[in-house]
Each structure stands twice: as C-alpha cells, then as structure tokens.
C-alpha cells in the first residue's frame, strides 16, 4: 500500500545532542511536510517542500534544518535539541500545489533528556 | 495568531448520541476544510472535508456543516459508539497548501 513512514517511531536523544529524523513516501506526492505537534496541541507546520522548492515558516527556529534529496525522502535534523522540543514530528504528503488534502505518516515521537 | 479556532476542547457523550465540534475562522482565502481524527500515538487521519461552496456533506455517520456567511463549521456524528473516542482536529487551507489547525477537541464516548 502506498504511504507515508517515518523512522524511526521513537527517538530519544541528550540535550544539545543533534538528531536525524526521517520520512519516506511510496505516494509520489510533490510537496511534503513537516509539522511539530506537542502534548494535546494541534499541529504546528514548521516548513514544507513543492519537489525542492523549500518553504520555511516564519516563526520556525534556526535550530530546524530540513533536507529533501530526492521526491521520495525527507529529513528533519535538529541541531542541538532543547527540552522544549520534545514533541510528535508528523511528515505529511500532498500530489501537488493547490491540493489541499494531505497525507500523515505516523510521527516520530522525540523525547530529550 | 489562532486562525481556525475550535470548540469544545473535551466533549463526553454517551454511547448512540450525537457529538458535535464546532470550528471558525477568519481568513476568507480559506478554500478548504477538513477534519481530522487522531488516536494517541497515530498522526492524523482525514476523516471527511468541505469546500465553501456547497453547506453540508454526509459521510456515513459524519456530516459536515458549512455556514460561510458566519465563517464557522461543524463535525456532527451520529450514533457516535466508543471507537469514535479520539481526538478531533478541525482545520482550514488556503489554496497554496497552507494548513493551519484548530486546537483539537478530546471525545470521549462512554459504552
């Protein structure tokens, strides 16, 4: 079936320790994204990509770096985790600009120590 | 700055009612406006969605309805049973992907 996955589902690293996390679609969709999600909050959209067209929200902080190296693949690195970043990470798909449904992967939930 | 603004935050309705979650926004270049379901630890999933130009659509037991005048929207679902028991995003895009989310609303349907 084709979908959205992330990896890993859990990932716990050190304060100030960077950290990779992935997301991968077998959907073929042109613009992903990436969405910071804390404890009985909604969804916050941290930046997005139309293919390698990269779009960063304005209030998104420096220590979020994000790399899609090919349609298939994104990656969101954070470079030096503080403990308020802990959080579900949601990777989310879309066919193309101007379609609005999107499609969620299951999230990576960080925990920072 | 909250754009989608979503009511209530906890809801308990007993097993058979009807729940109801109720959404409004203020920027009227939203074209879009979705619902989402989430079980703890799962993402999101799209439950049933609206464009402004018709008011209501109906998805077995979920039905959206749509006053665009008053900028507002609602989720109603019927029969609502224990498995419905999730948490409930309302959210409203613009043409160009951008999504912004209300605050969810925490279901909980006692057998």
């Known amino acids: 079936d084709a979908m959205v996955i992330q990896n890993p589902r859990y990932q716990v690293t050190q304060f100030g320790k960077p950290v990779t996390l992935s997301c991968s679609q077998t959907?073929?969709?042109?613009?992903m994204y990436w969405y910071q999600q804390k404890s009985s909050q909604a969804p916050k959209l941290l930046f997005h990509y139309y293919d390698k067209d990269f779009n960063n929200e304005a209030d998104t902080p420096d220590n979020f770096q994000s790399r899609r190296p090919n349609t298939s693949f994104c990656f969101l690195d954070i470079r030096s985790p503080g403990l308020g970043d802990a959080a579900m990470y949601l990777c989310a798909t879309s066919p193309k600009e101007g379609y609005n449904e999107q499609f969620f992967g299951p999230g990576t939930r960080l925990t920072v120590l | 700055q909250q754009q989608v603004k979503q009511s209530p935050q906890s809801l308990i309705v007993q097993k058979g009612g009807i729940s109801i979650i109720n959404c409004a926004y203020e920027n009227t270049a939203f074209d879009y406006f979705p619902w989402y379901q989430q079980f703890p630890g799962k993402g999101p999933a799209l439950l049933i969605a609206i464009r402004p130009d018709v008011s209501e659509k109906k998805e077995g037991r979920f039905t959206i309805s749509f006053n665009k005048s008053a900028k507002q929207f609602s989720l109603h679902i019927m029969d609502s049973q224990p498995g419905d028991s999730a948490t409930y995003f309302c959210a409203a895009s613009r043409p160009n992907n951008d999504m912004r989310f209300g605050a969810g609303t925490r279901l909980t349907v006692k057998p």
């Open positions: 959907l073929n969709h042109n613009v």
